[in-house]
T-cell receptor
Framework: NAGVTQTPKFQVLKTGQSMTLQCAQD?????MYWYRQDPGMGLRLIYY???????DKGEVPNGYNVSRLNKREFSLRLESAAPSQTSVYFC????????????FGPGTRLTVT | QQQVKQSPQSLIVQKGGISIINCAYE??????FPWYQQFPGKGPALLIA?????SEKKEGRFTISFNKSAKQFSLHIMDSQPGDSATYFC???????????????FGTGTLLAVQP
């Protein structure tokens, strides 16, 4: 039982390049989330997904797209990376509202030069 | 988007002391108040959580105090240990946010250092 896994762990991009961050969970959770973490700003929600085939915008969705490929996988795509997207990205998943807890992956540290 | 204000930004406590982190929010339509703990290089992990029908919850050395009328909740770490050194985030879940999801809004974090 690996929980939530993310790839890659580190990535350096040049401005304008594109890339996809991968996330998978093996806990049979319906809901999945993407966050970015920046110093002094806490965790900010980019997009989330309540179930396979559905996605919704969070607080900071501009510049990102997501795909909920199936129940296990939720990917985050940067189409044209900008230096402002330099951050640590976390994927998380959760079961139903009765349980409440979000389980986080180990993160991807992205630098855009 | 609702906001949650977390303080202090950083905290230094001596081993054995009490660490206190506070969060205040602006709306009453929340139904779940968790605290997450994050060690360097790791993802956050749930530490303890409270629902608004109780005023206090204790798990070992960690206690959440909840003041519904003041719209504040706090984390108390008793007998703080060097191993408690981490970043702590409070969070809120709206009663009507995100449908069936556990969509949260997070505070800005408190970096706790417990000195031996």
């Amino acid at each position: 039982n690996a929980g939530v896994t993310q790839t890659p762990k580190f990535q350096v991009l040049k401005t304008g390049q594109s890339m996809t961050l991968q996330c998978a969970q093996d806990m049979n959770h319906n809901s999945m989330y993407w966050y970015r973490q920046d110093p002094g700003m806490g965790l900010r929600l980019i997009y989330y997904s309540a179930s396979e085939g559905t996605t919704d915008k969070g607080e900071v969705p501009n510049g990102y797209n997501v795909s909920r490929l199936n129940k296990r996988e939720f990917s985050l795509r940067l189409e044209s990376a900008a230096p402002s997207q330099t951050s640590v990205y976390f994927c998380a998943s959760s079961a139903d509202r009765a349980k409440g807890e979000q389980y986080f992956g180990p993160g991807t540290r992205l630098t855009v030069t | 988007q609702q906001q949650v204000k977390q303080s202090p930004q950083s905290l230094i406590v001596q081993k054995g002391g009490i660490s206190i982190i506070n969060c205040a929010y602006e709306n009453t339509a929340f139904d779940y108040f968790p605290w997450y703990q994050q060690f360097p290089g790791k993802g956050p992990a749930l530490l303890i959580a409270i629902r608004p029908d109780v005023s206090e919850k204790k798990e070992g050395r960690f206690t959440i105090s909840f003041n519904k009328s003041a719209k504040q909740f706090s984390l108390h770490i008793m007998d703080s240990q060097p191993g408690d050194s981490a970043t702590y985030f409070c969070a809120l879940r709206g009663q009507r946010w995100g449908g069936a999801t556990n969509k949260l809004i997070f505070g800005t974090g408190t970096l706790l250092a417990v000195q031996p």
